[in-house]
């Protein structure tokens, strides 16, 4: 099993900078890619970025640019450094992880860009 926890929400005027956290517990060698995602109200859940064992990384095209994720194994940390914010990127952002077999999820925090 694979417990995560999200952090770093909050409210933010269009053109800012947030960065968001999950940190991650459980078993760790099971973990193929880090992942996260955003659901805007109404919206389906969508990939925004992923990173692999390799620290390979691939970002959906409407953050490219101003989004980075990044990883520090050693406080079992994935972030999501987001800059020049818009009022579309205001969604609930969820870490996901994926084993072999099945995507653990975290509960989301909600960013809110303002305009």
């Known amino acids: 099993q694979v417990q995560l926890v999200e952090s770093g929400g909050g409210l933010v005027q269009a053109g800012g900078s947030l960065r968001v956290s999950c940190i991650v517990s459980g078993r760790m060698s099971s973990i193929n890619y880090m992942s996260w995602y955003r659901q805007a109200p109404g919206k389906v859940r969508d990939l925004v970025a992923m990173i692999t064992r390799t620290d390979s990384t691939t970002y959906s095209d409407s953050v490219k640019g101003r989004f980075t994720i990044s990883r520090d194994n050693a406080k079992n940390m994935v972030y999501l450094q987001m800059n020049d914010l818009k009022s579309e990127d205001t969604a609930v952002y969820y870490c996901?992880?994926?084993?072999?077999?099945?995507?653990?999820w975290g509960l989301g925090t909600q960013v809110t860009v303002s305009s």
């Open positions: 996901a992880a994926r084993s072999l077999l099945t995507t653990y």
